[in-house]
């Protein structure tokens, strides 16, 4: 059964600081891996969506990574802002006929002004 | 282009009353999926659809019931509402299946308390 872990639970850091949120997943048999952000009381919103056969995706200051051999992937901040004060959830999508969606918990960041 | 909307946005059930939580999309998504999302957990799928006329169980489907009778609409029943489904309930749809490249828009959600 797959499982997806992100660590750390939560994060605190000063304004304009890189960061790196890590997610792990057990299962490497995977099609693609998604990066969420969900505000307070808010629907989730996709920010990134790594396929399989993918190292990494760029957008803007976000940058993910997959290592699906290690079953790990990355979630790099750069330039840290107020505003990317969220929960950011990955989410990994089995292969093949498998329409289901394993989520991890988030890691719930919060940046200093 | 609304996107995907949910109604209610809360609610309050006494045990072992019915409702049915709204879930509407103007994409012409052919896939719509329910999640539900307890505090400090990750989503969990209850059903989804990957079209109209054909729902599947997702990973914690007991309590629940959807039906999809048209592209745009796909409904999640309580029938007999119970404290453990005190949750947030999200619906999402996405053009293709989770095995493509397309993502998942999701609702803002329907925060549900059973008293």
């Known amino acids: 059964k797959q499982e997806v872990t992100q660590i750390p639970a939560a994060l605190s850091v000063p304004e304009g600081e890189n960061l790196v949120l890590n997610c792990s997943f057990t299962d490497s048999a995977i099609y693609n891996l998604q990066w969420f952000r969900q505000d307070p009381g808010k629907g989730l919103t996709s920010l990134l969506l790594?396929?399989?056969?993918?190292r990494e995706q760029t957008s803007g200051r976000l940058n993910a990574s997959l290592d699906k051999s290690s079953g790990r992937s990355t979630l790099y901040i750069a330039a840290s802002q107020p505003g990317d004060s969220a929960t950011y959830l990955c989410?990994?999508?089995?292969?093949?006929?498998?329409?289901?969606?394993?989520f991890g918990k988030g890691t719930r960041l919060h940046i200093l002004p | 282009n609304a996107g995907v909307t949910q109604t209610p946005k809360f609610r309050i059930l006494k045990i072992g009353q019915s409702m049915t939580l709204q879930c509407t999309q103007d994409m012409n998504h052919n896939y719509m999926y329910w999640y539900r999302q307890d505090p400090g957990m990750g989503l969990k799928l209850i059903y989804y659809s990957v079209g109209a006329g054909i729902t599947d169980k997702g990973e914690v489907p007991n309590g629940y019931n959807v039906s999809r009778s048209t592209t745009e609409d796909f409904p999640l029943r309580l029938e007999l509402a119970a404290p453990s489904q005190t949750s947030v309930y999200f619906c999402?749809?996405?053009?293709?299946?989770?095995?493509?490249?397309?993502?998942?828009?999701f609702g803002p959600g329907t925060r549900l308390t059973v008293l």
């Open positions: 790594i396929q399989s056969s993918q």
């Open positions: 989410a990994v999508s089995g292969g093949g006929r498998d329409d289901k969606i394993i």
């Open positions: 999402a749809s996405s053009y293709s299946g989770q095995g493509t490249s397309d993502t998942q828009y």
